[in-house]
Each structure stands twice: as structure tokens, then as C-alpha cells.
């Protein structure tokens, strides 16, 4: 399948008590950096249906979850991404566009199966995630979400 040209990322987290959360970020096996789920659309696919993928194929989170779209918005460089060869030669920069997906509080035996492009995840307060996140659009996307747990103020889940 082709890939399409834009990335999306998808933060995980949990309602703990009262005005608590908890956000998973997970360590990627090929770079050992810190980031959210992130991967790209494919064919036709929408961004949030990418979304839905790709923290399924990542964390076996289900598609069915609610989903959270976020206002943070970046633009990655093509160079990044090997697939640039088959968009149009005008296309310099791609959006990632930012979710969040909620998840049960669960029991501590059962949580998120990674795939084999991450060997390890954690689940921490917002402080926690921020120190470990490699990428300024991770921290951005990750303080909003945050901050509207925080206000009570998350957008209806798509």
C-alpha cells in the first residue's frame, strides 16, 4: 500500500482520581527515543482512520476506543520518509495531525501490547511523559491534551 503524505501521532491516557491522568509514551526499538504512537496514513486513508491503525498495529489499542482530535498541528520534513519518491515533486513538508485516545483505568496484569517497533512503553503524569519525549510536536501535542484533562475541555471524540 502506498503511503500517503502526512504522519499522524496518538497519545494514550487513562483518568486516574479526581482531575488525575496518566499519558503513555513508548521508546522507540530502532532510535531508543521517547515519542507517542506516530505512523502514517495509507491509500485513502483519513487521518484519524490512521490513527486508529496505527494504535492498534502499535499497542493493540482498539479501533473502537474514543478518539480525541487535538488542535496541535506540525509539518515534518519529506526527508524523512522514503515514500517521498511517490508523492508530488512539490511536496516539501507533510502535516501530523495529533489524537488522543482514552483507555479504561486497567488492571495492572492487562495493558498495551507493543509491537516490535517499540520495546517498551510507560504510563506517568504529565511531567513524567514531557521529560521523556524526543520531539518538540510530541511535548506541544501532549501539554495540550493536558491542559484540556486539566479544564474539562476535550473535543467531542470522533
Not at 516539501?92 to 483505568?105: S, T
Amino acid at each position: 500500500m502506498p503511503r500517503a503524505p502526512f504522519q499522524v501521532l496518538v497519545f494514550p491516557f487513562r483518568r486516574l482520581e479526581e482531575g488525575e491522568f496518566e499519558y503513555a509514551v513508548f521508546k522507540r526499538a530502532d532510535e531508543g527515543y521517547w515519542q507517542a504512537i506516530a505512523g502514517g496514513g495509507e491509500d485513502d486513508e483519513k487521518p484519524i482512520e490512521a490513527a486508529r491503525r496505527e494504535a492498534h498495529e502499535e499497542a493493540e489499542i482498539s479501533p473502537e476506543s474514543s478518539y480525541y482530535p487535538l488542535d496541535s498541528l506540525a509539518h515534518i520534513p519529506t526527508y524523512f520518509f522514503e515514500e517521498r519518491s511517490s508523492w508530488p515533486k512539490s511536496t516539501y513538508v507533510i502535516p501530523n495531525h495529533c489524537f488522543a485516545v482514552e483507555l479504561p483505568k486497567s488492571d495492572p496484569k492487562i495493558d498495551l501490547v507493543l509491537s516490535q517497533e517499540h520495546s517498551e512503553f510507560r504510563w506517568g503524569a504529565f511531567k513524567e511523559g514531557e521529560k521523556l519525549l524526543y520531539w518538540e510536536d510530541n511535548k506541544t501535542a501532549l501539554w495540550e491534551l493536558n491542559e484540556r484533562l486539566l479544564n474539562g475541555d476535550l473535543p467531542q471524540p470522533v
